[in-house]
């Protein structure tokens, strides 16, 4: 389901499907941290049992392995989709 999660009609969309059959999620939007973690509380009340939430671009601040050129984490204070996962419960 393509567009925003805060959008009211992707979440009744989202909501239909996922009551009919199980859902599994794949979260690729906005980058900062309180969004995705906002989207994981969301969405993960619709995954159904033995699907999965997979968050992509969990490697844009946190990990030290790579540098995003575009929006350098130079200071180590920026979170994003890593640090959300990691706090998300």
């Known amino acids: ?14 909501e239909k ?13 906005d980058h900062d941290y309180a969004h995705t973690y906002y989207e994981m509380e969301w969405y993960a009340q619709h995954v159904g049992v033995g699907q999965y939430l997979v ?12 540098m995003n050129l575009n929006d350098p984490n ?3 204070l920026k979170k994003g989709p890593m640090e959300a996962a990691n706090d998300f419960d």
């Open 1 to 14: 389901v393509p567009n925003g999660s805060k959008n009211a009609a992707v979440r009744a969309k989202v």
């Open 17 to 29: 499907l996922c009551a009919s059959a199980p859902c599994m999620v794949v979260s690729d939007s």
């Open 55 to 66: 968050v992509e671009d969990t490697n844009i601040y946190g990990w030290s392995g790579w």
């Open 74 to 76: 130079q200071d180590g």
